[in-house]
């Protein structure tokens, strides 16, 4: 219709313009999670292992989220312990696997409009310690016969379904993936009507033990909140 001249009236001019950009976008995701995909499939996805902080990784997904975030009017909060160690892998693939996990808080959050992105050290992990990224959420939660399916691909929830949410059902089984290729883990926790936490636990990159007193930031609330 653009094309052929049809339409002129403004308002459908910037209509139609928004549904192309809007579509444009979902596919450019859904064809970049493909690729992440198959690039596991080959042993790709943890072949460079580069430190990276925790803080960083928690703020700058934040940051590649910021726009869907201000879009939601979302509150976030961030509560980082202090001295943690480095975790390590594909930093690209490790940040995807995280703003995975924040879109779909902004997209399943409900009418809260909250959300809590927290890094911890795993109690009494030892030697093999790990940190845990947590992304919780005030939203509807998730019924448990869908809990028991979310990590596969293509898989949608009924309330996803029948609330007409965007999705392609791959960002949770690539967060899977990527945690696994470098030797981490993903799970959830949730309870229909009462929100939902998702935990993504990553190694630390060395061995030494936990502080005798690993002493929480103090949570603050993120300037990503748009009031």
């Known amino acids: 219709n653009l094309a052929d001249g049809v ?20 596919l450019a995701e859904t064809v970049e999670r493909v690729l992440q995909l198959a690039g596991i499939a080959a042993g790709k996805a943890a072949a460079a292992r580069t430190p990276i902080a925790p803080t960083t990784l928690v703020h700058e997904s934040l940051a590649a989220c910021r726009s869907e975030i201000e879009r939601a009017d979302m509150r976030v909060d961030v509560a980082i312990d202090d001295h943690l160690p480095d975790v390590a892998g594909d930093v690209t693939a490790l940040k995807s696997a995280l703003q995975n996990l924040i879109s779909n808080a902004v997209k399943y959050g409900g009418s809260a409009k909250w959300m809590k992105v927290s890094a911890t050290l795993q109690p009494g992990a030892g030697t093999r ?40 059902g791959l960002g949770l089984n690539l967060v899977h993936r990527i945690a696994e290729a470098h030797g981490g883990s993903i799970s959830v926790a949730s309870e229909h009507g009462k929100g939902s936490t998702f935990t993504l636990a990553l190694p630390a990159v060395h061995d030494r033990p936990a502080p005798e007193a690993v002493h929480r930031s103090e949570e603050h609330t993120s300037e990503l909140q748009s009031r």
Request: proline residues 5%; aromatic residues 8%; negative net charge.
């Open 129 to 168: 310690q790990q940190v845990l990224f947590i992304v919780e959420d005030r939203g509807p939660g998730i019924d448990a016969d869908d809990r028991q399916h979310i990590f596969e691909p293509f898989y949608r929830g009924r309330d996803a379904i029948a609330q007409q949410i965007q999705g392609s």
């Open 7 to 26: 339409v002129g009236d403004p308002q459908r001019v910037r209509k139609y313009g928004e549904t192309i950009q809007g579509e444009a976008r979902r």
